[in-house]
């Protein structure tokens, strides 16, 4: 099976700018969550999609969004972009029916650089 | 609200030795399922091994091996037979076995692992 992917790998916006990135889980999940990795902050849960709805959100500003589609792909959207806003973004599928104990999958993330 | 902990945030073993890395947790819950994550350089995040609270005995896959202590709420990563390869940046994690917004997982901080050849 394919693993999970994101895309673009690389990418450089500026202050107040909107971004969008991308995510293809493993064919058969239906759980997407995206998680923000700063050497600050650390790694911060931003939201969970299951079946095209949100299931789960962390503690971001409304500037982050996301969506799912039938097919499973995600999609989150940051706008008015921040230096704050540089980060890894990492994406995760896993199936979604299993509970807590789902192992989530990672993808290669999404480095984004706001100048 | 849950947190995990990881005290070391540098550690360093010589190629063929072990090392145990430290996590702790607090929590209130009783049902909840703990991570260990390795990251190398290349920024793929990769299950290392998962625990289930309600299991008394220790997970263990291949060279990596955890001790959980529930009461004391620690969660130990032993890695024996050290390889080259293993250098990364390990994560602990916490995951609730409830649904909604307690499903999330929740980090510690990382330890990064040298390894010595």
């Known amino acids: 099976k394919a693993g999970v992917t994101q895309t673009p790998r690389y990418l450089i916006k500026t202050r107040g700018q909107q971004v969008t990135l991308s995510c293809s889980p493993i064919?058969?999940?239906?759980?997407v969550s995206w998680y923000q990795q700063t050497p600050g902050q650390g790694l911060q849960f931003l939201f969970e999609?299951?079946?095209?709805?949100?299931?789960n959100k962390g503690n971001f500003p409304g500037r982050f969004s996301g969506r799912q589609f039938s097919n499973s792909r995600s999609e989150m959207n940051v706008s008015t972009l921040e230096l704050g806003d540089s980060a890894l973004y990492l994406c995760?599928?896993?199936?979604?029916?299993?509970?807590?104990?789902?192992?989530?999958?990672f993808g290669p993330g999404t480095r984004l650089l706001v100048l | 609200a849950q947190t995990v902990t990881q005290s070391q945030p540098e550690m360093s073993v010589q190629e063929a030795e072990t090392v145990t890395l430290s996590c702790t947790y607090d929590?209130?819950?009783?049902?909840?399922?703990l991570f260990w994550y390795k990251q190398p350089p290349s920024r793929q995040m990769i299950l290392v091994i998962r625990?289930?609270?309600?299991k008394q005995q220790n997970a263990t896959e291949n060279r990596f091996s955890v001790n959980f202590q529930k009461a004391a709420k620690s969660f130990s990563l032993k890695i024996s037979d050290s390889q080259l390869g293993d250098a990364a940046m390990y994560f602990c994690?916490?995951?609730?076995?409830?649904?909604?917004?307690?499903?999330?997982?929740?980090w510690g901080l990382g330890t990064s692992l040298a390894v010595n050849p």
């Open positions: 995760a599928s896993s199936p979604g029916t299993s509970g807590g104990g789902e192992t989530q999958y």
């Open positions: 994690a916490y995951r609730s076995e409830y649904a909604g917004n307690n499903r999330k997982l929740i």
């Open positions: 999609y299951f079946s095209e709805t949100q299931r």
């Open positions: 929590t209130s819950e009783s049902d909840y399922y």
């Open positions: 625990q289930e609270a309600y």
């Open positions: 064919s058969g999940h239906r759980s």
